[in-house]
């Protein structure tokens, strides 16, 4: 079995108003029998927010590629100030570098880690994990959690991490893909009153068995371009792992 990653990351418009660059991140790290992907979304009020988004993911695929089996077979608690310890060490590093704070570091952070037939599934902060089936349909696998007010949430730096990261951890039996998409491309995917995802997550599955990743890609990202500024302002990104078995 491998695994086939397809992403992208559109500047909101409201960023490029600003001149400020995109501050969503994705990334993946895949192996013979493994694949992680992770998406970290910059807090709009961390003045590093893109450089901690990129060394949260850097964090979680390292994490990942050498503790999986530890991590799915310990303690949920545990598990979670693991991962987040990682985080946080390198974000301080970071910023003791810079002269900050680890607040202008924050990011949301999303992730799914595959290794055999079991998988590893986070969640902190808004945005959405979904899933797809063997049969084509999709669903959630976690929603996006804010904080009192609907335009806050919770960051890789916020003390009460614990309570608010969200740890899933199984087989995959019968799915397909798992998807990560930011705050900013759930607008734009994603009804929330119906938690039912735009048409347009098939298609993109669908686009991975046709054509290779490059192409992919770029007909991601094209279509993130022409599409999602009518529905959001904010940075977009999505990213989505599709298994392929060996014969």
Known sequence: MIWKVIKAEMTGTSHKKNGIPCQDLTSKLVTDNSCTIVLADGAGTASLAKLG??????SVLRMFDRYFDELFGTDSLLAKTKIIHSIRTRL?????KYNQ???ELASTLLFVSIKNNKFIAGHLGDGIIGIIDEKGDTSVLSEAENGEFANTTYFTTSENYSYHLRLYRGEINNYNSFFLMSDGAADCLYHKKQKTFAPAIRS???WIEKYDVESVNQALLENMIKMFPKYTTDDCSFIMCKKYIIL
């Open 92 to 96: 301080g590093i970071k910023a003791k």
């Open 53 to 58: 988004a990129e060394l949260t993911c850097k």
């Open 204 to 206: 993109f599955s669908n």
């Open 101 to 103: 704070k680890k607040d």
